[in-house]
């Protein structure tokens, strides 16, 4: 089915640890974007990119960087993981600025 | 910079009964808005969406907006709500940014 596919689904890591989070899509789109979901705290922006090779940054983007070298994928790394991290990661695709896929999302905890 | 305010954290409500939750947006210009769904477990769904046109918007599972501009307003309304509607809903706003910016939430807890 065509969507947005996230991996991993879930990830226990220790602090200082590294590590990428995958998500790609199938649908051509332009737009995506990779959001923190805490909660009280809604939906928060990490980074986002608006076509292949581009990135920019959000409205939390600390700690992550992101890299769009193919169209279809969009990673988001954690260099040094810290227990502020912990949270569940969407990303989500577009073909405008608006009208967001969501993949299922990374439930990330850090210890 | 945009923001969207969702002053109801948590309703609690019996099946059967009425539903608005609020949203509210700060951004001068032209917009569009949207509800996203999350239900237990699950990734966001979009419920409805405006772009334009009439202000009454109607989505999925008999949820309805109604966009009133002058109050910078954009809530949600079901006439009857189900257990099944048990989810936390998600106002969201687009007013030309490359992004869309996300209320904080609203719980739903239907009790049968």
């Known amino acids: 089915n065509a969507g947005v596919t996230q991996t991993p689904k879930f990830r226990v890591l220790k602090t200082g640890q590294s590590m990428t989070l995958l998500c790609a899509q199938d649908?051509?789109?332009?737009?995506m974007y990779w959001y923190r979901q805490d909660p009280g705290m809604g939906l928060r922006l990490i980074h986002y990119?608006?076509?292949?090779?581009?990135?920019a940054k959000g409205e939390v983007p600390d700690g992550y960087n992101v890299s769009r070298l193919k169209k279809q994928n969009f990673l988001l790394g954690l260099e040094s993981a810290a227990p502020s991290q912990t949270s569940v990661y969407f990303c989500?695709?577009?073909?405008?600025?608006?009208?967001?896929?969501f993949g299922s999302g990374t439930r990330l905890t850090v210890v | 910079a945009q923001s969207v305010s969702q002053h109801n954290h948590h309703v609690i409500l019996s099946e059967a009964a009425s539903l608005e939750l609020g949203c509210n947006y700060s951004?001068?210009?032209?917009?569009?808005l949207f509800w996203y769904v999350q239900y237990p477990g699950q990734h966001l769904q979009l419920l409805l969406k405006?772009?334009?046109?009439?202000?009454l918007v109607k989505g999925i599972k008999g949820f309805e907006a109604e966009f009133i501009k002058s109050k910078f307003s954009f809530n949600l309304r079901k006439p009857s709500v189900q257990w099944s509607d048990t989810a936390e809903y998600f106002c969201?706003?687009?007013?030309?940014?490359?992004?869309?910016?996300f209320g904080t939430g609203t719980r739903l807890t239907v009790i049968p």
């Open positions: 989500a695709s577009s073909r405008h600025n608006y009208g967001y896929t």
């Open positions: 649908m051509n789109h332009e737009y």
């Open positions: 990119s608006v076509g292949e090779g581009t990135t």
């Open positions: 951004y001068g210009g032209t917009v569009n």
């Open positions: 405006y772009f334009s046109g009439d202000p």
């Open positions: 969201a706003v687009n007013g030309g940014a490359n992004n869309l910016f």
